[in-house]
């Protein structure tokens, strides 16, 4: 297996989501660097290869669940803005969707642990549900439930900026 394309294909997607989930930049860039560590040490308990991003995402959140749990604390962070800014638009543009970034990451933060996993993976990631449920372990019920809930709770909230 390339480790280098792999890297290079899926890491900022991994790095995104363990920025929807960690608090602090840091924290996500040294989970990322152990979940590639992790999945180079255990290549070979990969079954379907074409299924890489959900492994290596599900390397990633188990990874931040046991870091939670060693320091005994709950999961609440910011998501990175969503997008980028575009080089060329406009300076108001730019604003425009710094500000809206900064008020998805609040509400991203408030939201439940599974509520804010499920948006990410499947709003963000724009994931499946089928892989949504291979990388949580829940049912594809739950994954419905949860990106639904997510979606409302998010829509609500943002409503003044939409």
Not at 22 to 39: K, N, S, V, Y
Not at 62 to 91: I, K, Y
């Amino acid at each position: 297996m390339n480790w280098e394309a792999v890297y290079r294909n899926h890491s900022p997607g991994v790095y995104q989501y363990l920025r929807s989930l960690a608090p602090h930049g840091r924290e996500a860039e040294d989970l990322l660097q152990e979940t590639f560590i992790r999945a180079m040490r255990s290549a070979a308990g990969l079954r379907q290869p074409e299924k890489i991003r959900s492994w290596l995402l599900t390397i990633a959140r188990n990874l931040f669940l046991d870091a939670c749990q060693s320091r005994s604390r709950q999961p609440a962070a910011p998501l990175e803005a969503a997008q980028a800014e575009r080089a060329g638009d406009d300076p108001e543009a730019a604003l425009l969707r710094a500000d809206f970034a900064r008020a998805l990451e609040i509400v991203l933060g408030r939201l439940p642990e599974a509520h804010r996993t499920a948006f990410t993976l499947g709003i963000v990631q724009k994931l499946s549900y089928q892989e949504i449920a291979e990388i949580t372990g829940w049912t594809l019920s739950a994954v419905k439930i949860n990106i639904f809930r997510a979606r409302r709770s998010v829509a609500a909230a943002l409503r003044d900026h939409l």
